[in-house]
């Protein structure tokens, strides 16, 4: 998508998102959506990298005592 540039790291990971908001203006409607989808997928798992989950069997357990 035109309008987006990233800025990386010296291990070439990408650590910054540039986002052009004129050009932005100019992008269709259904690649901004997908766009805008997709980076908030990318958000959500850098953010949870790292972190512990929780078992299927610990969940189900804790679901069928509610009810």
Known sequence: ???ISYVT???DEKTII???L????KTDENE???FLEDLDDTI???LSKGQTGRSY???RKEILKAN
């Open 44 to 46: 959500f798992v850098e």
């Open 9 to 11: 790291n010296d291990k």
């Open 32 to 34: 901004l959506v997908e």
């Open 18 to 20: 540039l986002i052009d």
């Open 1 to 3: 998508m035109t309008g």
């Open 57 to 59: 069997k610990e969940v």
């Open 22 to 25: 004129v050009q932005l203006r």
